[in-house]
């Protein structure tokens, strides 16, 4: 018997290349009616999708002033952010894990100013670990603005 001779591969085909699509020029008036009717498909798809029936409306997380008693007479109120880019960046930071930006979108920079003194003289005068009270404040309100349990799914469920 001879040996076994190579075995020759065949030659790889190059993709067709698909023709360019064919450009229509159209007025400024079909433009906008075009994308009219684009977004209006956009609302069309949220609706079937019922979110806004189940929107509630939430209450601040207050943490009083004297829970911090650094002098400062307001209180710490974290909201709920309401428009669209707020939403956004308030999904993008807890998603990210990134709290002082999470705290900054909800309470703005006083608030994250204010936690994280408060957090740290408290440590100094207990021992405690102030970067534990932060990260569990955050979890907190992740979960009080998101619905209990969201802070423990980092990047989705099982099901996703």
Same mark, same amino acid.
């Given at each position: 018997?001879?040996?076994? @001779?190579?075995?020759? /591969? ?12 064919? !450009?229509?020029?159209? !007025? %400024? %008036?079909?433009?906008?009616? &075009? ?10 798809? &949220?609706? /079937?999708?019922?979110? $806004? ?13 004297? !829970?911090?008693?650094? #002098?400062?007479?307001? %209180? ?5 952010? @309401?428009?669209?880019? #707020? ?13 002082? /930006? ?15 003194? $408060? ?6 005068? @207990?021992?405690?670990? &102030? ?8 979890? @907190? ?5 998101? #619905?209990?349990? &969201?802070?423990?799914?980092?990047? $989705? !469920?099982?099901? /996703?």
């Amino acid at each position: 018997m001879s040996a076994p @001779t190579a075995r020759k /591969s065949t030659p790889r085909k190059a993709a067709a290349k698909k023709a360019a699509p064919k !450009t229509v020029e159209r !007025t %400024d %008036d079909e433009r906008v009616e &075009a994308n009219v009717e684009q977004f209006e498909g956009f609302r069309e798809r &949220a609706r /079937s999708l019922k979110l $806004g029936k189940n929107r509630v409306e939430l209450e601040p997380y207050v943490i009083t002033s004297d !829970t911090f008693a650094d #002098g400062i007479d307001d %209180d710490v109120v974290f909201r709920a952010p @309401t428009d669209l880019r #707020g939403k956004i960046a308030f999904q993008r930071a807890s998603a990210a894990g990134d709290f002082p /930006s999470l705290l900054e979108i909800l309470g703005g920079a006083v608030a994250l100013n204010r936690v994280i003194n $408060g957090f740290e003289r408290y440590a100094e005068a @207990t021992g405690a670990d &102030a970067e534990e009270m932060f990260v569990g404040l955050c979890y @907190t309100l992740i979960n009080y603005f998101r #619905g209990q349990g &969201a802070a423990d799914v980092p990047g $989705g !469920t099982h099901a /996703s």
